[in-house]
């Protein structure tokens, strides 16, 4: 008699667990295996996406059909391995809708540009701040509040751009 291996009628049948189909074994690393078994256990993050829009003008009749169902993770991440997140300090972006204790996601992959807002390390201190390059090379991270006064950065700064803000999370 052999051991181990496949034996023809042994198991559960396919789609017969708990999850109605058939499953893979995979390996997750220790740390992550509660993170994974929420995820599994909730079907995914999936939150519905009502078929209606709402009017921020006048009211109009509410309609309540589930026209599709959104991963945050998918509408709001489009680079999962070179993106984080970090927490807004701070007033100086408040013209742009950031404000203290918002949830920045970040994307290291895309490359800054005139106008896009980036997270960035200047001389070691961290900084949320739109950025500009003008024609001569210099570079200026610009807040979006007029109580603040522009970063101009010289030869003797050093700035590491952690990445572009592509979303903003705050509670309303």
Do not use: C
Request: no cysteine; net charge positive; hydrophobic share 40%.
């Amino acid at each position: 008699m052999g051991r181990g291996g496949i034996r023809k009628g042994a198991g559960r049948p396919a789609g017969k667990g708990p999850h109605g189909e058939t499953t893979k074994a995979i390996r997750i690393p220790l740390s992550l295996l509660d993170s994974v078994a929420a995820f599994v256990a909730k079907k995914g993050y999936k939150i519905p996406l009502y078929s209606s829009n709402v009017q921020a003008g006048e009211p109009s009749p509410a309609d309540d059909y589930i026209d599709d169902v959104v991963d945050l993770n998918a509408y709001l991440i489009r680079h999962p391995a070179d993106t984080f997140m970090v927490r807004a300090a701070g007033e100086s972006m408040t013209g742009a809708a950031i404000y203290p204790g918002d949830i920045l996601i970040v994307d290291r992959s895309i490359k800054p540009s005139n106008g896009r807002i980036i997270v960035a390390a200047v001389d070691g201190q961290l900084t949320v701040k739109r950025f500009d390059k003008d024609k001569r090379g210099i570079v200026s991270l610009l807040p979006e509040n007029p109580q603040f006064h522009p970063i101009i950065l010289t030869e003797g700064n050093e700035l590491i751009i952690w990445g572009v803000v592509t979303n903003v999370i705050h509670q309303v």
